[in-house]
C-alpha cells in the first residue's frame, strides 16, 4: 500500500488538535484539503480512524493503533530534511567530482586537496575531464558537481561566476639560441610550437585567435601532457604557449624560461560552473568557496 507521505502530516494534525478546523489552520490548509486528506486517509486504511463526539473528532482504535509510529516517522523524516539543509564538513564522508581541464589541475588541486585535507579530512574528490558540449548535461544530472572552464555559452539553468582572468606566455628552453632577451613576433612564428590537447585535432584556442589576426604558427607537435611537453621543451627548440599560473609553475620544475607573449591575444577568462539545483546545497556551495578560496591564495592568477 502506497500512501502520500503528506497525507500523514494530517493525520498527525488531526489526532493533535482533534479538530479538522484547528488542523486546517495548523498546517495552513483549507478546510476542504483536509477532509479531504482525511478521505483518503480512510480509504487507505478502510477505517474511519477519526469519529467525530461532541465537539472533537475522538480517534478509532485503529488511529490509536498507529499514532506512535506516524509520529515517530515524521520526526524522523524532519530530523534528515534538517540534516540535508546542513554540511558538517569535518564528519562528511562526501564524495565530489569536479571538472577540470588537465591545464587546470596542477593550479587547484594543490591548494584545494590541502583545504579538503584540513578542514574535512573525509571528504574525497574526483577530478574528472568531460566534452565541453556535455557540461550542461553533466551538472543537471549530477554526474559533476562543479566544472572550472572557459567561458562558455550555457542555458539558464547553469549558474556560473568568473573566477579568474589570465594571460597567455610563453615557455622555452633555458638558453634558447633565438630568443635573447625578449621573443619577438618573428621569432615566434618562426619556430616550432607544441599543442597540448586531449583532442586528435582541431585549433588550440591560441591558434583560432591568431586566425583571426590573419597569423599562423608552425605546429610541429600535438600530445595530450604538459609534462610531456616540457620534456620535449627541454631538448628542443619548439615554443609552447600557456597560461601564465600553469607556465609559472612548470618553469620552477624545468629547465624552461617564461616569456610574454609577443602578440596581444584576448585574456583566458575562467569560470566556475554549476547547476541551478545545486545553487542552494550547503555540500556545493562550501565547495564553492574553496575553489574561490584556491583562486585568491595563489600567488598568481588562476
Known sequence: MKIDLNL????????????????????????PAISHALKRLRDAFGDPLFQRQNNRMAPTPVAKNI???????????????????????????????????????????????HD?????????????RINRNDLSIMLASGDIDLAVDILLPVGKDIY???????EAVVLARANHPHIHKQLTRQTYLAQQHIIVSSRSSGLSLEDFELSRLGLQRNVGLRCKHHFSACRVLENSDMLLTLPKSVAT??????????????IDLPSIDLHLYWHKNADRDPANQWLRSLMIHCRNISQEPL
Open 67 to 113: 499514532i506512535d509510529d506516524v509520529q515517530q516517522a515524521l520526526r524522523l523524516l524532519n530530523a534528515t530534511t534538517q540534516v540535508s539543509q546542513q554540511f558538517i564538513a569535518k564528519s562528511s564522508t562526501r564524495a565530489f567530482k569536479v571538472s577540470l581541464h588537465e591545464l587546470l589541475e596542477s593550479s587547484y588541486l594543490p591548494p584545494l586537496m
Open 249 to 262: 609553475i612548470l618553469a620552477t620544475r624545468f629547465a624552461v624560461q617564461v616569456y610574454n607573449l609577443p
Open 116 to 128: 579538503i585535507g584540513n578542514i574535512a579530512p573525509k571528504v574525497t574528490l574526483n577530478s574528472v
Open 160 to 166: 556560473h561566476q568568473q573566477l579568474q582572468q589570465d
Open 8 to 31: 500523514f502530516t494530517v493525520f498527525d494534525a488531526i489526532y493533535t488538535e482533534q479538530s479538522l478546523t484547528r488542523a486546517a489552520e495548523v498546517l495552513n490548509l483549507t478546510q
